[in-house]
């Protein structure tokens, strides 16, 4: 990650994790999950970061 995971809690109930991540090709980008409680959206944003990143290296290859 290129920087501290922050979290908000959602008028839904919910808590949004989010962060940037500095992909293989140098580019910046902002990744978000959510969970039910603070632990699990961070642990849902560290989870879901590493398979949109496949799937960004996926598309760029492809």
């Known amino acids: 990650m290129a920087g501290d995971i922050s979290t908000i809690s ?3 109930g919910t808590v949004r994790a989010e ?3 500095r992909d293989w090709d140098g580019e910046v980008r902002k990744i978000r999950a959510t969970g ?3 632990k699990a959206a961070k642990q849902d944003l560290r989870t879901s970061g590493r398979k949109q990143c ?4 996926a598309s760029v290859t492809a």
């Not at 496949?54 to 290296?57: G, Y």
């Open 10 to 12: 959602t008028e839904a």
């Open 19 to 21: 962060a940037r991540f």
């Open 36 to 38: 039910t409680t603070v």
């Open 54 to 57: 496949q799937l960004l290296r």
